[in-house]
């Protein structure tokens, strides 16, 4: 009988599948610990589709859209993590919706966001997460200056028990059009055995059935409000204020262990790209209202429209 065999070196010492095996168990076990989260999302890849109404017929007006993401934690200790999240999303659509002489035609937009700091573990219940979030937002016109954008994250953590676990923070971001501050609040909580939500609101949720570990469905939505410099003739240093709110039905179908499909269907209720000049910003804003917004767009408002969203991920147990 044959039995298999594999080993590695790392840092010059010889790793062996088996050895392997118990170091990706402990490292597991220490993000259940610290991160105190069902599943540890990796890796995914995605594909975003908006089929906005066009005036004309000869042209494909839609928004096309994709992302990818890579989590990376260091453990320090058993009541420590560094994690360190790399995030590129692109957006491309026609901008028919122009009041310029000279408007900006299409919309070419991309975000490169690292997402990286410290969980410390308080007591067996309770948890810190403080992030630095630097960003460059931009249509790669503009020079990376103007394109950066400087943020963060602070939250508490709270295991109420082994059905809800929440946490309560905020968000701060330097957008092109002035500071923009989230308080959020995260929950993962198992309403029911198979009844579960999960989300980080007001930016997104999900209210799902899981009958079992291969399958889950339920409802969605996201609401995101980013924003990007361009560098365009006519339009130096302007930036696009991307504004959208989407609805929508999914399935989450695991493929084999630890990889994941999920398909969304659904409808978005905002779906908006303002073009401003540099100098057009709001003194403060929140998610659902602005202080000091006196600011006047270059382009019209856009509609809402149906969309669909294709999801690859890389996703590991940790309970």
């Given at each position: ?99 310029a002489d000279n408007p900006v035609t299409v ?211 940790t309970q």
């Amino acid at each position: 009988m044959y039995g298999f065999k594999y080993n590695f070196m790392l840092n010059g010492i010889k790793i062996t599948y088996h050895n392997a095996l118990l170091i990706m168990g402990a490292f597991l076990l220490n993000i259940t610990m610290l991160y105190a989260q069902k599943r540890f999302d990796v890796f995914y890849v995605a594909g975003n589709y908006n089929f906005l109404k066009s005036t004309n017929i000869n042209q494909n007006n839609y928004e096309k859209a994709w992302a990818a993401n890579l989590s990376i934690p260091f453990l320090f200790n058993d009541s420590s993590i560094w994690l360190t999240t790399l995030d590129y999303q692109h957006y491309n659509l026609p901008n028919e919706h122009n009041t310029a002489d000279n408007p900006v035609t299409v919309f070419n937009l991309h975000g490169c966001i690292i997402r990286t700091g410290y969980i410390k573990k308080i007591s067996s219940k309770q948890a810190i997460h403080a992030l630095f979030i630097p960003r460059v937002m931009t249509d790669f016109n503009a020079t990376l200056g103007n394109a950066l954008q400087l943020g963060g994250m602070v939250m508490y953590e709270k295991i109420k028990n082994k059905n809800l676990m929440w946490r309560a923070g905020v968000i701060y971001n330097q957008e092109f059009f002035g500071p923009f501050i989230t308080p959020v609040l995260y929950l993962d909580w198992h309403i029911t055995p198979t009844l579960k939500f999960a989300g980080l609101l007001p930016v997104y949720g999900k209210l799902y059935i899981e009958p079992n570990k291969n399958i889950s469905t339920g409802l969605h939505f996201v609401g995101l409000t980013t924003s990007y410099r361009i560098n365009e003739t006519d339009f130096e240093n302007y930036y696009v204020q991307r504004d959208a709110i989407d609805v929508s039905a999914f399935l989450n179908l695991r493929l084999v262990s630890t990889i994941y499909v999920e398909g969304r269907i659904g409808y978005s209720l905002s779906k908006d790209y303002g073009l401003y000049a540099e100098n057009e910003k709001a003194t403060v804003t929140f998610p659902l209202f602005a202080i000091g917004d006196n600011r006047t767009r270059a382009n019209n408002e856009f509609a809402g429209s149906p969309f669909m969203h294709f999801r690859l991920l890389y996703s590991l147990p940790t309970q």
